[in-house]
């Protein structure tokens, strides 16, 4: 599965947004089938910036068709929902190194 840092020199969240966007269409358009960002969780631990305006447009994105699916990095595993969607869409997901480890700083997308 292909890996893009959206949070690599310390981006505003627009911007990293705007990188993941980019990724999402150059990479479906490429006939990749699954990205990993990685987005951080916030200096907190409770989720940043980058991290909830991700999710937010990927909700956006998945409701216009622009994507499959997607799974945030704590529910990457086989006892949660969104784990079992998009594992049941790519089997192969299940082979990647953060399958059932939480991993709150990344979210998988089915493109």
């Known amino acids: ?7 690599y020199g310390f981006p505003t969240t627009e911007q990293a947004i705007a990188k993941m966007v980019s990724a999402i269409v150059v990479n479906k358009h490429n006939g990749v089938k699954a990205i990993k960002i990685i987005h951080g969780y916030g200096s907190t631990g409770r989720g940043g910036a980058i991290k909830l305006a991700c999710k937010q447009k990927l909700i956006s994105m998945k409701r216009l ?5 997607f799974c945030e990095g704590e529910q990457f595993n086989s006892n949660s929902e969104a784990g079992i969607r998009v594992t049941s869409r790519l089997s192969n997901l299940k082979g990647d190194r953060d399958w059932k480890i939480p991993n709150p700083g990344i979210t998988v997308v089915v493109l």
């Open 1 to 7: 599965m292909l890996e893009v840092n959206i949070e």
């Open 65 to 69: 068709g622009n994507i499959r699916d």
